[in-house]
Every structure is written in structure tokens, then in C-alpha cells.
């Protein structure tokens, strides 16, 4: 397994309110995980998210399946 780092990124939507998340989709193909971290504190915790489970949730939120959050 490559020793990749992760580089982090926010949406493009995100307007810098403070409730962000920051990916790292980079990892996806060496590590099967897609880390997510809060923007506001980019040294705490980091879940890694399975990549098809990322994957899931990004094509439910595109096809409207969360309805307004």
C-alpha cells in the first residue's frame, strides 16, 4: 500500500459558515477509505470512511435522497 499523504479539500458550496468537512478522496484508491475531518480543527479526529460507502452517500445527496438538511 502506497504511504500517500491525504490532501484535504472543502466543497466548492461551502461558503466558510464553520460547518465544514474537509475530504481527502486522494486515499480512496491505495487506501479503500476516504478520511473526513472537521475543517475547524484539522488536527483532531479523522473517520475513514470506506470508499463505496463515500461513494453511496455523495450519489444519495446528488440525487436528493436526504431531502433539505
Known amino acids: 500500500m502506497a504511504n500517500e499523504s491525504p490532501r484535504w479539500y472543502k466543497s466548492s458550496?461551502?461558503?466558510n459558515g464553520?460547518?465544514?468537512i474537509e475530504v481527502a478522496a486522494n486515499l480512496a484508491?491505495?487506501?479503500g477509505t476516504?478520511?473526513?475531518?472537521?475543517?475547524?480543527?484539522?488536527?483532531?479526529?479523522v473517520l475513514d470512511i470506506?470508499?463505496?460507502a463515500f461513494t453511496s452517500f455523495v450519489t444519495g445527496v446528488k440525487?436528493?435522497?436526504?431531502g433539505a438538511l
Open 13 to 15: 458550496y461551502s461558503a
Open 18 to 20: 464553520g460547518q465544514c
Open 29 to 31: 484508491a491505495t487506501h
Open 34 to 45: 476516504v478520511p473526513v475531518r472537521d475543517s475547524k480543527n484539522p488536527g483532531g479526529p
Open 50 to 52: 470506506p470508499a463505496p
Open 63 to 66: 440525487a436528493g435522497e436526504f
